[in-house]
C-alpha cells in the first residue's frame, strides 16, 4: 500500500524553462511535506518543506504548493538548471505518529535538465 | 564535518554473515532515523531513536535486524545472517527535535550480500 505517489518515473526539460514535479499521498493524516533531491551514490539532500496550513513555501527557485483536498502537492523549480538534474523524492510524515515524525516517501522522480 | 556520517559506504558480505553498520549523527541532535532503500525506490523506514531510546522498530523487516544508540549519539545497525534480499543501500538520519523535522541524511551504506 503506496501512501506516498510519485506517478512519473522520470522528466526532462530544457534548460531555463520550469520543471514541475508531482506527488499524491492518501493518508490524511499527513500534515508535513517535504521534497529531498537525490545524486548518485551520495544520500538525499533536504531541499524545501510544507506544512499542512500553508498550501505555498517558496525558496529560491524552488516553490512547493500543497492541496489538501485533493492530496497532491507539486515541487516547481524555474528556472531549472542543468545542476538541478537527479532524483527528486516526495516524503511526508504525521505528527499524530508521536514518534519524531518518521518519513513516508515516493518512488523519486528522476529530473533531466537539457542544455 | 558537520553532516551526517556512515561506515563503511560500501560493504560485501557473504550470506550468512553478520553485519554492522554505523552512523554519526549530526551534533546534538536529538532524533534518529534509519532507513532502507532498493534499488530504484524512495528509503523506506526501519526504526527511529529518541536520544538513546528506540520508539519505534516497527520497519524492521525481520528479528535479524537490530539497531542500537546506547548513548544517545552514534548508532549501529546489525544484520545477522545476512540474506541476499538484505542488499540495499541503508540510509541514517539525524532530526534536531523530537516532533516531525527535517531529517538530514548520510551517504548511506551500499549493502551488497552475494
Known amino acids: 500500500d503506496q501512501q506516498v505517489k510519485q506517478n512519473s518515473p522520470s522528466l526532462s526539460v530544457q534548460e531555463g524553462r520550469i520543471s514541475i514535479l508531482n506527488c499524491d499521498y492518501t493518508n490524511s493524516m499527513f500534515d508535513y511535506f517535504l521534497w529531498y533531491k537525490k545524486y548518485p551514490a551520495e544520500g538525499p539532500t533536504f531541499l524545501i518543506s510544507?506544512?499542512?496550513?500553508?498550501d505555498k513555501n517558496e525558496d529560491g527557485r524552488f516553490t512547493v504548493f500543497l492541496n489538501k483536498s485533493a492530496k497532491h502537492l507539486s515541487l516547481h523549480i524555474v528556472p531549472s538548471q542543468p545542476g538541478d538534474s537527479a532524483v527528486y523524492f516526495c516524503a511526508a510524515s504525521a505528527m499524530i505518529y508521536n514518534q519524531g515524525g518518521k518519513l513516508i516517501f515516493g518512488q523519486g522522480t528522476e529530473l533531466s535538465v537539457k542544455p | 564535518g558537520a553532516g551526517v556520517s556512515q561506515s563503511p559506504r560500501y560493504k560485501v558480505a557473504k550470506r550468512g554473515q553478520d553485519v554492522a553498520l554505523r552512523c554519526d549523527p549530526i551534533?546534538?541532535?536529538?532524533?534518529l532515523f534509519w532507513y532502507q532503500q532498493a534499488l530504484g525506490q524512495g528509503p523506506e523506514f526501519l526504526t527511529y531513536?529518541?536520544?538513546?531510546?528506540?520508539?519505534?522498530k516497527s520497519g524492521l523487516p525481520s528479528d535479524r535486524f537490530f539497531a542500537e544508540r546506547p548513548e544517545g549519539s552514534v548508532s549501529t545497525l546489525k544484520i545477522q545472517r545476512t540474506q541476499q534480499e538484505d542488499s540495499a543501500v541503508y540510509l541514517c538520519?539525524?532530526?534536531?527535535?523530537?516532533?516531525?523535522?527535517?531529517?538530514?541524511f548520510g551517504p548511506g551504506t551500499r549493502l551488497t550480500v552475494l
Open positions: 551534533s546534538g541532535h536529538v532524533s
Open positions: 510544507i506544512s499542512s496550513i500553508k
Open positions: 531513536f529518541q536520544n538513546e531510546a528506540q520508539l519505534d
Open positions: 538520519a539525524s532530526s534536531p527535535t523530537r516532533r516531525a523535522d527535517t531529517q538530514y
